[in-house]
């Protein structure tokens, strides 16, 4: 359905030329309305009129008089009005009409083509102001919105311009502040001279002054010292760049984790004494299977119950020490490690003769090349190579082969560990080597193997980290899963 036709009001004292100017309008596709007087017109001009046609002389009422009431109006404040005069045609006399608010001025006799043109053109106008306006009011409503959000965000919002001069707070900011940090708000200190009064909240200014040079998001933690106790906060500073490049503000948002913090340092804290003290009752079974089987004498179903004790706690034993390898990974900033003289394609032989004796119907490949020879932890690297290989055979059918090759260069050692099973999901190998997570998927005959902890990976990373060294991984479909470990020299 299409929209009605703009409503213009002709207002002339004249019927011929009010006519006349009716019959220009309507051929023009506007719809009219007439009015012979000020009165009639103040009358019949709502909020629904789009224009008036106002003939200075009038019987009763000014031309001025009238369009000055039609723009005082709440109803036709809106409205627009062209003036239209044979006798006042000097300039002075147009500037005085146009502050009287008229939106133009035609000198009668008016040729049609030019009053079809100005009404148009006044009627755009119209159209953009209004658009203008409805833009205004929208965005308006929706930087009140943002205020609103902002102002009651649950944690520390923050902005800043480019030198670093706070723009605005908002209330979980400003309680922020109140709990010690009140340095981080401050409006007119520089960067240095706020690191300068507040040390704890330096790494806060130095990445500060690191996001507005280089317009890249930066992210950090601080703690506050307070009179209750030190308050942990994570916190994200996301510059913006204006239209030449430059970093024109920069929003600083800030997390209080002191909660969590205790929680996981708790949490490890208890790891660790729990995995250092079931060592205790554990050596003392293995100890004791190892004594029976040594005796001897043993019935066939006694044997077997005293392999599977031993078995049991040795694979125990490998969890308990998993448990406390991240206890001090996570409390003692990473797994200790002992270099020594080794050789590092020594180790792997190792290793993989281990795995192939406790998987045998497996085959297992091992490929190296080069001289190994450095100083590592080698019972460390032993560890790693068997979660990798360990990973590997969960992680492929039966008949499929696990490869191993490594390769010694001028500055480091390369190992890989391949197999061809399932490859890992896209989502799910930024976190491969994060703590306490297991793959789903295992091949149907290891879907009844016992399950670890889910710190093999993790682990493996930070005794590789420990070396100075890395370990990643690549996987898909076609080319199957490979774990690429490297090691510097040293």
């Given at each position: 359905?299409?929209p ?19 019959r ?26 789009d ?8 019987p ?8 000055r ?37 035609l ?28 833009l ?43 709990r ?5 708000l ?7 001279e ?80 729990l ?47 998993q ?55 080698g ?64 091949v ?33 479909l ?5 774990f ?7």
């Amino acid at each position: 359905m299409s929209p009605a036709p703009p409503l213009i009001l002709n207002v002339d004292a004249d019927a011929s030329t009010r006519a006349l100017t009716s019959r220009i309008l309507g051929l023009a596709g506007f719809q009219v309305r007439e009015a012979g007087s000020g009165a009639e017109a103040l009358a019949l001009a709502d909020e629904r009129t789009d224009l008036v046609i106002l003939e200075v002389r009038l019987p009763d009422i000014r031309g001025r008089e009238v369009c000055r009431e039609l723009k005082a109006s709440p109803r036709t404040r809106g409205v627009l009005v062209l003036q239209l005069s044979a006798q006042a045609v000097a300039p002075g006399d147009q500037a005085l009409d146009v502050r009287h608010g008229a939106d133009g001025y035609l000198a009668t006799p008016v040729d049609p083509e030019e009053l079809v043109a100005q009404v148009q053109a006044l009627l755009r106008l119209r159209r953009a102001e209004q658009e203008v306006h409805t833009l205004s009011m929208e965005v308006a409503r929706q930087r009140q919105l943002l205020d609103m959000a902002m102002a009651s965000a649950a944690d520390p919002i923050a902005l800043y311009d480019a030198t670093g001069r706070l723009l605005f707070a908002n209330q979980a900011a400003l309680v922020f502040a109140a709990r010690g940090a009140h340095d981080v708000l401050a409006p007119v200190l520089s960067l240095e001279e706020q690191e300068a009064k507040d040390p704890s909240l330096a790494p806060f200014f130095r990445l500060m002054e690191v996001a507005l040079r280089t317009g890249e998001v930066q992210r950090g933690a601080f703690t506050v010292p307070t009179a209750p106790g030190p308050r942990h906060f994570d916190f994200t500073l996301s510059p913006t760049s204006g239209a030449d490049g430059r970093v024109a503000a920069l929003m600083a948002t800030a997390r209080d984790v002191t909660q969590a913090r205790g929680e996981e340092e708790f949490r490890e804290q208890f790891i660790g004494m729990l995995g250092h003290d079931l060592r205790n009752p554990l050596n003392a079974l293995s100890m004791s299977a190892q004594q029976l089987k040594r005796k001897g004498n043993l019935d066939e179903r006694q044997t077997a119950l005293t392999e599977r004790i031993l078995t049991s706690a040795d694979r125990m034993n490998r969890m308990i020490r998993q448990l406390l390898d991240f206890a001090r990974a996570r409390l003692g900033g990473g797994v200790p490690v002992v270099p020594s003289a080794c050789d590092v394609f020594d180790i792997a032989h190792r290793t993989v003769d281990e795995m192939r004796a406790s998987h045998p119907g497996r085959k297992l490949v091992l490929e190296v090349l080069g001289q190994g020879a450095g100083a590592w932890d080698g019972d460390r690297l032993e560890q790693a190579f068997s979660n990798l290989l360990a990973n590997a055979l969960k992680y492929s059918p039966e008949d499929s082969p696990v490869r191993m090759w490594g390769e010694a260069r001028e500055r480091d050692v390369v190992l890989r560990v391949h197999n061809g099973g399932p490859p890992i999901p896209p989502e799910d190998v930024p976190h491969v080597f994060a703590a306490w997570r297991r793959g789903t998927r295992a091949v149907q005959h290891e879907s009844s193997a016992p399950s670890g902890l889910g710190l093999g990976l993790y682990i493996t990373r930070q005794i590789l980290l420990a070396h100075g060294g890395e370990v990643s991984v690549e996987s898909s479909l076609s080319g199957g899963t490979t774990f690429t470990v490297r090691l510097p020299r040293g």
